[in-house]
T-cell receptor, first 115, second 113 residues
Framework: KAGVTQTPRYLIKTRGQQVTLSCSPI?????VSWYQQTPGQGLQFLFE???????NKGNFPGRFSGRQFSNSRSEMNVSTLELGDSALYLC??????????????FGEGSRLTVL | AQSVTQPDIHITVSEGASLELRCNYS??????LFWYVQSPGQGLQLLLK??????LVQGIKGFEAEFKRSQSSFNLRKPSVHWSDAAEYFC???????????FGSGTQLTVLP
């Protein structure tokens, strides 16, 4: 079956702009998590959505937001981009069932460059 | 605050040699423990996980890891490394959730022919 699909794979923006990234989870998966990966800070948890509701949120400013649709697809948005937002944004899906032991399946990421 | 430490930024081994990647965590309780691997330009792939039970866990690609509560460690091992194992390896922990993970800074593995 198809894996986690993230679009776009690469994008370049300038400071002050906003960006929207998309993630299509594996079919049947209801949980989508987002992570930011940078050389300086490493991998950091952004947020998790399950059944269209944000279930957990990491320590990021309000410029970072997300949502999930009824078909489990998710988008994340970053407004007023800063140079430090340049990163690889990884989406991961899981079944999200009770018990919290579901494996995360990661997409290949969206690489954002802010100039 | 919770933290995950991978003390080795870069490790180089010869093909066929054994491998051990170190991971230590700082948590009040025993968290969920994971090892992920990332090849260049790729996302992360789960190698193995520990939730409870047997402290020696087997994963994919011939990897195993041992949870040692007394040392707060979850080291990854492989008896014989293959050139295709060259990648970056991340240890991760989750406290109460397998989806909200705290990752270590990663260990870059180079395999010499």
């Amino acid at each position: 079956k198809a894996g986690v699909t993230q679009t776009p794979r690469y994008l370049i923006k300038t400071r002050g702009q906003q960006v929207t990234l998309s993630c299509s989870p594996i079919s049947g998966h209801r949980s989508v998590s987002w992570y930011q990966q940078t050389p300086g800070q490493g991998l950091q948890f952004l947020f998790e959505y399950f059944s269209e509701t944000q279930r957990n949120k990491g320590n990021f400013p309000g410029r970072f937001s997300g949502r999930q649709f009824s078909n489990s697809r998710s988008e994340m948005n970053v407004s007023t981009l800063e140079l430090g937002d340049s990163a690889l944004y990884l989406c991961a899906s899981s079944l999200g069932l009770a018990g919290n032991t579901g494996e995360l399946f990661f997409g290949e990421g969206s690489r954002l460059t802010v100039l | 605050a919770q933290s995950v430490t991978q003390p080795d930024i870069h490790i180089t081994v010869s093909e066929g040699a054994s491998l051990e990647l170190r991971c230590n965590y700082s948590y009040g309780a025993t968290p969920y423990l994971f090892w992920y691997v990332q090849s260049p330009g790729q996302g992360l792939q789960l190698l193995l996980k520990y939730f409870s039970g047997d402290t020696l866990v087997q994963g994919i690609k011939g990897f195993e890891a041992e949870f040692k509560r007394s040392q707060s460690s979850f080291n990854l091992r492989k008896p014989s490394v293959h050139w295709s194992d060259a990648a970056e390896y991340f240890c991760a922990v989750g406290l109460g959730s397998a989806r909200q993970l705290t990752f270590g800074s990663g260990t870059q593995l180079t395999v010499l022919p």
